[in-house]
């Protein structure tokens, strides 16, 4: 079951701000840049670059994921290995609200989503 249309809002709202601390400058956005994608309960960041092989494709490389468990009321946090699978994220398997998903991504401890 997807999530409530407020609780939509309430995400992107907070996806904004966290894209907007850290994307980098639009002079260089062509190469490099962050975006999000809702997909039902989940919620997919990541980085935007241009193919090795081919500079006028783009490509989509996951950064952090997080998934609004209901029956729990809580957020899975995740992040992806170079197996390219979704893995929990150890430090905080889950937080109660999606700004605290955020602020784990921005802090990134144990450089799992941004290296």
Known sequence: MAISEFEIRRCEKELDEFLAQH???PSIRHEVDLAYQLD???VVIF???PYWKNTGEKIETPV???TYIKKH???????QRSD????SYDPVP???YFEEFRGVVSEDANACFFG
């Open 64 to 66: 952090a994921k997080t």
């Open 23 to 25: 994307r980098p400058p």
């Open 40 to 42: 039902g309960q989940s």
């Open 84 to 87: 390219l699978a979704w893995h």
């Open 94 to 96: 889950t937080v109660k």
């Open 73 to 79: 009321k809580h957020w899975k946090v995740f992040w």
């Open 47 to 49: 980085e935007i670059r």
